[in-house]
């Protein structure tokens, strides 16, 4: 199906980083034709006057957003280090921000297929009932009976699948409608950017930042955002970015480090995905910024949910995982940790962990 894009404001390109295929873009495209690897978009920058909506609005390459108010979420200090509450956008999570972006750009006359594990498909649900589109969303069958739920909720067709490939498979393989799978959607990297251009543009200098790390959409953003904010000459270099994996799932740090899997997790279902198809990339970020991965286990995740709840912040198991790279590496200087997704969305599963243990 080709799809033409809307409401762009021109000069959007399509770029394959491995590749080197460019094309504008004008129709809907995620995969590279020549080599099929994950396809990037760029497009001229523009520097934000000041922080606010209105002027963070105009770093993206669209005439209108479709928004539910996302972003500018409070960053606030504890301990001295800066805690970034992206839980707090409308839907309970970071994923709000790149569906803003992704679909402002199609028409309303499509279906849109997606796979997640939970917060990715609940995000979608939402944004496409403001958009008007129809939804198809594939789960994995042990994702969160709460959050399939709300995206029934929502209007969308929810189908479960035995595992969190399947779903990846069959959402790509979906033929009556228009993949904008969030590990592949070009345009959804771009929406998650401004978290670092808020960053940025509250705290000036940053010396690290601390997020977990899965299909790779957030490290791929915060890295994009700081990228051009150095291009732009707002900041003098980008940030040591810290990724903190689900052990089992740790293909960055694998890739980084030639070690095994290690014990697989349970936990924090956010981050334990197949291997992603933007791991090229994604490790390739880590080393421009002169970061690390460190590796979490379920152990990690009970320790940060409560070292969360000391601190007053209410998340989910896989926003806890940050908690294990503050502990290991004891970062030094300016540091941000990302907090993703909201355990409003899990209360049962975080009381039962935390009660019980």
Same mark, same amino acid.
């Given at each position: 199906?080709?799809?033409? $894009?809307?409401?762009?404001?021109?000069?959007?390109?399509?770029?394959?980083?491995?590749?080197?295929?460019?094309?504008?873009?004008?129709?809907?495209?995620?995969?590279?034709?020549?080599?099929?690897?994950?396809?990037?978009?760029?497009?001229?920058?523009?520097?934000?006057?000041?922080?606010?909506?209105?002027?963070?609005?105009?770093?993206?390459?669209?005439?209108?957003?479709?928004?539910?108010?996302?972003?500018?979420?409070?960053?606030?200090?504890?301990?001295?280090?800066?805690?970034?509450?992206?839980?707090?956008?409308?839907?309970?999570?970071?994923?709000?921000?790149?569906?803003?972006?992704?679909?402002?750009?199609?028409?309303?006359?499509?279906?849109?297929?997606?796979?997640?594990?939970?917060?990715?498909?609940?995000?979608?649900?939402?944004?496409?009932?403001?958009?008007?589109?129809?939804?198809?969303?594939?789960?994995?069958?042990?994702?969160?009976?709460?959050?399939?739920?709300?995206?029934?909720?929502?209007?969308?067709?929810?189908?479960?699948?035995?595992?969190?490939?399947?779903?990846?498979?069959?959402?790509?393989?979906?033929?009556?409608?228009?993949?904008?799978?969030?590990?592949?959607?070009?345009?959804?990297?771009?929406?998650?950017?401004?978290?670092?251009?808020?960053?940025?543009?509250?705290?000036?200098?940053?010396?690290?930042?601390?997020?977990?790390?899965?299909?790779?959409?957030?490290?791929?953003?915060?890295?994009?955002?700081?990228?051009?904010?150095?291009?732009?000459?707002?900041?003098?270099?980008?940030?040591? $970015?810290?990724?903190?994996?689900?052990?089992?799932?740790?293909?960055?740090?694998?890739?980084?480090?030639?070690?095994?899997?290690?014990?697989?997790?349970?936990?924090?279902?956010?981050?334990?995905?197949?291997?992603?198809?933007?791991?090229?990339?994604?490790?390739?970020?880590?080393?421009?910024?002169?970061?690390?991965?460190?590796?979490?286990?379920?152990?990690?995740?009970?320790?940060?949910?409560?070292?969360?709840?000391?601190?007053?912040?209410?998340?989910?198991?896989?926003?806890?995982?940050?908690?294990?790279? $503050?502990?290991?590496?004891?970062?030094?200087?300016?540091?941000?940790?990302?907090?993703?997704?909201?355990?409003?969305?899990?209360?049962?599963?975080?009381?039962?962990?935390?009660?019980?243990?």
């Amino acid at each position: 199906m080709v799809l033409n $894009l809307v409401n762009l404001t021109g000069g959007v390109v399509y770029r394959c980083p491995r590749c080197g295929f460019t094309t504008e873009a004008n129709t809907w495209m995620f995969k590279c034709p020549r080599c099929g690897s994950p396809l990037n978009v760029e497009y001229e920058l523009r520097k934000p006057r000041e922080l606010s909506r209105r002027e963070l609005a105009k770093v993206l390459p669209v005439k209108e957003l479709v928004s539910l108010g996302e972003g500018l979420t409070p960053m606030v200090n504890r301990r001295g280090t800066y805690f970034k509450l992206e839980y707090l956008n409308p839907t309970g999570s970071f994923k709000d921000r790149g569906w803003a972006l992704a679909l402002s750009v199609l028409s309303n006359d499509v279906t849109v297929v997606e796979d997640s594990s939970g917060n990715a498909g609940l995000s979608l649900a939402a944004y496409s009932t403001v958009k008007g589109v129809r939804a198809r969303i594939y789960v994995p069958r042990g994702a969160s009976e709460a959050k399939k739920r709300v995206m029934r909720l929502l209007g969308a067709n929810v189908v479960e699948t035995p595992s969190r490939a399947d779903a990846s498979a069959l959402a790509m393989s979906y033929q009556d409608g228009v993949y904008v799978g969030h590990s592949w959607n070009p345009f959804f990297i771009h929406g998650v950017k401004l978290i670092a251009y808020e960053i940025a543009l509250e705290l000036g200098k940053v010396d690290n930042v601390v997020a977990p790390l899965g299909n790779g959409t957030l490290l791929l953003g915060l890295h994009t955002g700081f990228r051009e904010l150095v291009d732009m000459r707002v900041i003098k270099e980008v940030p040591r $970015l810290i990724a903190v994996e689900a052990s089992g799932y740790e293909w960055a740090y694998r890739a980084l480090h030639n070690t095994p899997p290690g014990p697989q997790s349970t936990l924090p279902e956010g981050i334990m995905v197949p291997q992603p198809p933007r791991l090229e990339q994604i490790v390739d970020a880590i080393r421009d910024s002169g970061g690390e991965v460190v590796v979490a286990g379920d152990l990690d995740v009970v320790d940060g949910l409560r070292e969360g709840l000391r601190l007053g912040f209410i998340i989910e198991p896989t926003s806890a995982v940050v908690f294990k790279a $503050l502990r290991e590496l004891k970062p030094s200087g300016n540091t941000v940790v990302v907090l993703t997704g909201s355990g409003l969305k899990a209360t049962g599963e975080v009381y039962n962990l935390l009660a019980g243990s």
